[in-house]
């Protein structure tokens, strides 16, 4: 695969990601983990998963990418492939999120639920509040 990555030294801080060109970023389609440096370099692999829209052939050559811009700023890779980094844990994010929704149907609505989270924490709040009151009174005596 071919690689797009080319470094990229600009003085100054940069203050903006459209400052920097398509060429940095490892996914330069979607404009995703720009690889400007050594921490972006290690921070572009672990978050390699979380990328959404990005078909087969974009991650891998934001693979290639990121294993160019690696050697460049003496970042060790342990994985060979794309594919050793994991399943993209976002790829069922919709059928997740309706069967969360069913299950908020089933037992009440989000609502009340907070609700009574809310009224949990001031009982729990109150209770250590009058034991901590309680414990002070006994130490004066």
């Known amino acids: 695969m071919r690689t797009t990555w080319k470094p990229h030294e600009k003085s ?3 203050t903006m990601r459209s400052d920097l060109p398509a060429s940095v970023y490892a996914f330069p389609k979607q404009r995703k983990e720009p690889l400007t440096d050594a921490r972006h370099v290690r ?3 672990a ?6 829209e990005a078909s087969d052939e974009d991650r891998a050559l934001a ?4 294993k160019k811009a690696a050697k460049y700023y003496d970042v060790e ?3 060979d492939s794309w594919r050793d980094l994991g399943e993209h844990p976002q790829r069922h994010r919709r059928e997740h999120a309706r069967a ?7 037992t009440g609505s989000a609502k009340a639920a907070a609700r009574k989270a809310v009224a949990t ?3 729990t709040g109150t209770l250590r ?3 901590r009151k309680g414990a002070t009174t006994r130490k004066k005596r």
């Not at 693979?63 to 990121?66: E, M, Q, S």
């Open 63 to 66: 693979f290639a990418n990121i």
């Open 129 to 131: 509040k009058a034991a």
């Open 12 to 14: 100054g801080r940069l």
């Open 47 to 52: 978050r390699f998963d979380q990328v959404t």
């Open 77 to 79: 890779l342990g994985e």
């Open 121 to 123: 924490k001031k009982r």
């Open 100 to 106: 969360g929704a069913a299950t908020r149907k089933r």
């Open 43 to 45: 921070n572009a692999v």
